[in-house]
């Protein structure tokens, strides 16, 4: 059974405070690696897409990572408006095209 | 810029009611799903659409059903709503090969 593990479930940074989110998965078969930023009673909003190891995805003050195991989504000199839930999600080879999710990790940038 | 339509943001239905939740998406996908969100559980998928009239149970399709009769449309019914069906449903929609990935914005159900 396809897992994905998020971590911390929250985290407070000041204002251009970098630091790291951690996504720890199992699947049978990576097709891709997905994360997601969730504004409280909204949908999920695309950010990036991983399909193999090494690989490295930017935008803005955000950057996904890739390894065999987990993905990183580090965030450089954030901004109050950065604050959000990130969830990350995995894609198997083989099966009906769902997500995966992790819970989520809860960002609050305090200015 | 819509791209996955989502008929209402939030609806309180009583407890066996049928209710119906509708989710429009304007980018051609071949894919549609419905999944649930809630807290400590994460998303959950509930039914997927790879193309017209075609449907296949995700992990908790207990209590529901769905329809797609055109391309675009993907319906999710509850059957007799109960409280526990009281949930945030967010629809999504991709292309056949899994990529382009788009949520809608989610409508919260509270089943009283």
Same mark, same amino acid.
């Given at each position: 059974e396809d897992q994905v593990t998020q971590s911390p479930e929250a985290l407070r940074l000041q204002e251009g405070e970098s630091s790291s989110l951690n996504c720890s998965y199992t699947v049978s078969g990576l097709r891709g690696l997905f994360w997601y930023r969730q504004d409280p009673g909204k949908g999920p909003e695309f950010l990036f897409t991983l399909y193999s190891a090494g690989e490295e995805k930017e935008k803005e003050r955000l950057k996904a990572t890739l390894t065999k195991k987990e993905s990183f989504l580090h965030i450089t000199a &954030?901004? &109050? +408006?950065?604050s959000a839930t990130y969830l990350c999600a995995v894609q198997a %080879?083989?099966? %009906? +095209?769902k997500l995966t999710f992790g819970t989520g990790t809860r960002l609050t940038i305090i200015p | 810029d819509v791209k996955v339509t989502q008929s209402s943001r939030y609806l309180v239905k009583r407890t066996g009611e049928k209710v119906f939740l509708e989710c429009v998406q304007d980018?051609?996908?071949e894919n549609m799903f419905w999944y649930r969100q809630d807290p400590g559980l994460g998303l959950r998928l509930i039914y997927f659409s790879y193309d017209v009239k075609m449907k296949e149970k995700g992990d908790i399709p207990e209590g529901y059903s769905v329809s797609r009769e055109k391309k675009e449309r993907f319906s999710l019914i509850l059957e007799s709503a109960s409280t526990n069906q009281t949930s945030m449903y967010l629809c999504a929609s991709s292309l056949r090969t899994g990529r382009d990935y788009t949520f809608g914005s989610g409508t919260r159900l509270t089943v009283v």
């Open positions: &954030p901004k &109050p +408006e950065d %080879n083989f099966g %009906n +095209e | 980018m051609d996908h």
